[in-house]
């Protein structure tokens, strides 16, 4: 089996209006063995400011805590919090520091900019930034989540929208993956709020 | 030009084949054509390493006091796609005669379908019912002769007869055991924990019922390759019954519900007047 589906995961981050959502599953397990149904996969970096890591579990807690580390040396420096463009030049550019010997993990970064307008974007495991104007997906089920995705995804959702249509591709694209879902969780991020949820999935 | 004759199943049964009317009978095995490639040997290889992956299920059945518990889920996995949701692994071999499916799902299907059909022809010749040991020992001895050849099946017989309930394990290396609980598949172990918990040889039939469906849940949960609906039968001396084929998804939420969110009550300002 690939080191990349060793533990298995699913990511999705969405567009809307004035607003992004990003989501993804609960399940940790070795292989076919479901370990956990409460791994946290997504981490806020600031309040508008998401990152999502899909790939193997100990380097999405590693590059979440050097991530977290290199933005509060930032904001001690900068005293201002990070841009999603800068920060997604950051995640670049570690990844590609470890060319020869990568974390295996493909992060997505989901934020508002200063004037309200959201911003997605993916890398590859070695820092191939990926910028989009709709939707981003990683992880062991993302043919299925592109899939989804493609079908369900209107421009310019209102955060309610958005997360019904975030929630149902998730669902659905997992429930055809064996080692991904067992319940999900979403974060619907405006200027003003965060609204998080957690999906009732299938526990299969 | 190799001699393959030795390939070819026991030689009471070719001498069966040999006489004009078995074909029409179905006495005679069924006859494969082999694969006509320069190196066999290799291409069965391959054939093996094809199937392989394909054991990614649950399936149980044990043996109490009222008869016979036929339990399983219905994933079909192939590497980490779920291929179907909705597959039936409880085959019904004849009305008191269940055989399930793990391993080779064309394997399985069609070697039991044999099985169903010469054991009708052993009532046929012998006035009764064949017991659950004659029909086990006919797929076993099938599944030896063909041996190393690819097929891969890991599948229980569980059936009532005239000495009471049976259940034998028979897999495509040649192997039959009689036992009095068994499961089978990736999810196996974490049905093992649960059933050999919960088992007592004099439970009712419900509770049977209801114990072999929660270790298929268990499974289900835990396993990556087991999920879909546990289908629960049950034998007994009138034959066989469905006795529920119940979503996994739901199951969760019927074992485990989700305990409903309290709201605080907020303090109001009291009014002083």
Same mark, same amino acid.
């Given at each position: 089996?690939?080191?990349?589906?060793y533990?298995g995961?699913?990511?999705?981050?969405?567009?809307?209006?004035?607003c992004f959502?990003?989501?993804?599953?609960?399940?940790?397990?070795?292989?076919f063995?479901t370990i956990?149904?409460?791994?946290?996969?997504?981490?806020?970096?600031?309040?508008?400011?998401?990152?999502?890591?899909?790939g193997?579990?100990?380097?999405?807690?590693?590059m979440?805590?050097?991530?977290?580390?290199?933005?509060?040396?930032?904001n001690l420096?900068?005293?201002?919090?990070?841009r999603?463009?800068?920060?997604?030049?950051?995640v &670049?550019?570690? =990844? @590609?520091e470890?060319r020869?010997?990568?974390y295996?993990c493909?992060?997505i970064?989901a934020g /508002?900019? +200063?004037d309200?307008?959201?911003?997605?974007?993916?890398?590859?495991?070695?820092?191939?930034?990926?910028?989009?104007?709709?939707f981003?997906?990683s992880?062991t089920? &993302?043919?299925? =989540? @592109?899939?989804?995705?493609?079908?369900?995804?209107k421009p310019d959702?209102?955060?309610?929208e /958005?997360? +019904?249509t975030?929630?149902?591709?998730?669902?659905?694209?997992?429930?055809?993956?064996?080692?991904?879902?067992?319940?999900?969780?979403?974060?619907v991020?405006?200027?003003?709020?965060?609204?998080?949820?957690t999906?009732?999935?299938?526990?299969? | 030009?190799?001699?393959?004759r030795?390939?070819?199943?026991?030689?009471?049964?070719?001498?069966l084949?040999?006489?004009?009317?078995?074909?029409?009978?179905?006495?005679?095995?069924p006859t494969?054509?082999?694969?006509?490639?320069?190196?066999l040997?290799g291409?069965?290889k391959?054939?093996?390493q094809?199937?392989?992956?394909a054991?990614?299920?649950t399936t149980?059945?044990f043996v109490?006091?009222?008869g016979?518990?036929?339990?399983a889920?219905s994933?079909?996995?192939m590497?980490?796609?779920?291929s179907?949701?909705?597959v039936?692994?409880?085959l019904e071999?004849?009305?008191?005669?269940?055989g399930?499916m793990?391993?080779?799902?064309?394997d399985?299907q069609?070697?039991?379908?044999?099985?169903?059909t010469r054991?009708?022809?052993?009532?046929?010749a012998?006035k009764?019912?064949i017991s659950v040991?004659?029909?086990?020992?006919l797929?076993?001895?099938?599944?030896?002769s063909?041996r190393?050849?690819?097929?891969?099946?890991?599948?229980?017989?569980?059936?009532?007869?005239?000495?009471?309930p049976?259940?034998?394990?028979?897999d495509s290396e040649?192997?039959?055991?009689?036992g009095k609980r068994?499961?089978?598949?990736?999810?196996?172990?974490y049905?093992?924990?649960?059933l050999?918990t919960?088992?007592?040889f004099d439970m009712?039939?419900?509770?049977?019922?209801?114990?072999?469906?929660r270790?298929?849940?268990?499974?289900?949960?835990?396993?990556?390759a087991?999920?879909?609906?546990?289908?629960v039968?049950?034998?007994?001396?009138?034959?066989?019954k469905?006795?529920s084929g119940?979503?996994v998804?739901?199951?969760h939420y019927k074992?485990?519900?989700?305990p409903?969110?309290?709201?605080?009550a907020?303090?109001?300002?009291?009014t002083?007047?």
């Amino acid at each position: 089996m690939s080191i990349t589906s060793y533990n298995g995961s699913a990511l999705i981050a969405m567009v809307g209006k004035n607003c992004f959502a990003i989501a993804s599953d609960r399940r940790l397990g070795v292989q076919f063995q479901t370990i956990a149904t409460d791994f946290q996969r997504i981490f806020e970096i600031h309040e508008t400011l998401y990152v999502g890591l899909s790939g193997l579990a100990t380097d999405v807690q590693t590059m979440y805590q050097r991530l977290k580390f290199r933005h509060k040396l930032y904001n001690l420096r900068e005293e201002r919090n990070m841009r999603p463009e800068t920060f997604a030049s950051l995640v &670049s550019a570690m =990844l @590609y520091e470890k060319r020869f010997g990568p974390y295996f993990c493909e992060p997505i970064i989901a934020g /508002l900019n +200063e004037d309200g307008t959201p911003f997605i974007c993916t890398t590859d495991l070695i820092g191939a930034k990926q910028l989009s104007k709709d939707f981003v997906v990683s992880g062991t089920a &993302s043919e299925s =989540l @592109y899939g989804a995705c493609e079908s369900m995804y209107k421009p310019d959702l209102e955060p309610e929208e /958005l997360f +019904e249509t975030i929630s149902q591709a998730l669902l659905s694209s997992v429930d055809r993956d064996c080692i991904s879902g067992w319940g999900g969780i979403v974060h619907v991020v405006s200027a003003d709020q965060v609204i998080t949820r957690t999906l009732k999935g299938r526990m299969d | 030009m190799l001699d393959l004759r030795v390939l070819e199943p026991c030689s009471l049964q070719s001498s069966l084949a040999a006489c004009a009317d078995s074909q029409v009978l179905g006495t005679a095995p069924p006859t494969f054509k082999l694969p006509a490639v320069a190196d066999l040997d290799g291409f069965q290889k391959a054939a093996v390493q094809m199937v392989k992956p394909a054991k990614g299920t649950t399936t149980l059945a044990f043996v109490f006091k009222h008869g016979v518990i036929v339990a399983a889920d219905s994933r079909a996995s192939m590497g980490n796609y779920i291929s179907s949701q909705t597959v039936k692994k409880i085959l019904e071999i004849n009305r008191y005669l269940l055989g399930t499916m793990a391993g080779g799902a064309a394997d399985c299907q069609f070697w039991q379908r044999n099985l169903g059909t010469r054991c009708r022809l052993h009532e046929l010749a012998n006035k009764r019912r064949i017991s659950v040991a004659g029909a086990s020992k006919l797929l076993a001895n099938t599944l030896y002769s063909y041996r190393g050849m690819g097929l891969s099946m890991g599948t229980m017989i569980a059936g009532w007869d005239e000495s009471g309930p049976g259940l034998y394990y028979v897999d495509s290396e040649g192997g039959r055991v009689e036992g009095k609980r068994f499961s089978v598949g990736s999810g196996s172990t974490y049905a093992y924990g649960v059933l050999d918990t919960g088992f007592r040889f004099d439970m009712t039939v419900d509770e049977a019922v209801e114990l072999a469906r929660r270790a298929i849940y268990h499974a289900t949960f835990r396993d990556g390759a087991s999920g879909g609906v546990a289908s629960v039968y049950y034998v007994g001396p009138q034959g066989f019954k469905k006795m529920s084929g119940d979503d996994v998804g739901e199951l969760h939420y019927k074992y485990y519900p989700v305990p409903e969110a309290t709201v605080e009550a907020e303090m109001e300002d009291v009014t002083t007047s």
